[in-house]
């Protein structure tokens, strides 16, 4: 279904694409950021908290490590600050980098099994199509701060994947 190819490129766009949310969100304004937007989770920061949170929590199922405390009602302030989020956003990024680096052909094959605390019940899922959400729910969020970010007359950067740079 995907590749560890894939995994790689799809760490290197979030990658990238966060990289130029962290060097845009600290020039903004506190009322800019945490303005309600009418975003499924309000704000611009709202919505940048709960994608590093569900960040935190899929990549924590794939390569065991500690996950977020939070619950997903909670996401929205997992952070306390733009400064906080930057560099945890930062640490995440890296996170997802090594996993991917380190991901086999093999450890896409199978199921993943954990609870949800917010469907309430226990799962059972190709890691392949996991592997897929963490990153079409990266893409999803991010687009919606793209639109936020327009919004509030900012000028966010390109989001083509072709337009990647190829710096490794």
Not at 29 to 39: I, N
Not at 47 to 60: E, G, K, M, Q, Y
Not at 99 to 117: F, N, P, R
Not at 152 to 160: E, G, V
């Amino acid at each position: 279904m995907i590749t560890p190819e894939y995994c790689q490129t799809m760490a290197r766009y979030n990658a990238w694409q966060n990289t130029g949310l962290r060097e845009m969100i600290p020039a903004m304004s506190k009322e800019e950021l945490y303005q309600d937007r009418g975003a499924f989770f309000g704000s611009i920061m709202g919505t940048l908290n709960h994608l590093l949170w569900a960040d935190h929590l899929w990549i924590s199922r794939f390569d065991g490590g500690a996950g977020p405390d939070l619950s997903i009602a909670e996401s929205i302030d997992f952070t306390p600050t733009p400064a906080v989020w930057a560099a945890d956003r930062f640490r995440i990024d890296a996170r997802i980098t090594l996993w991917a680096e380190s991901v086999s052909a093999i450890d896409l094959v199978g199921d993943l099994k954990w609870y949800s605390g917010a469907m309430k019940r226990d799962f059972e899922k190709p890691v392949a199509l996991c592997v897929m959400q963490l990153f079409n729910h990266q893409t999803h969020h991010r687009g919606q701060v793209h639109a936020m970010l327009t919004a509030a007359r900012q000028k966010p950067n390109d989001t083509d994947l072709p337009f990647m740079p190829e710096d490794r």
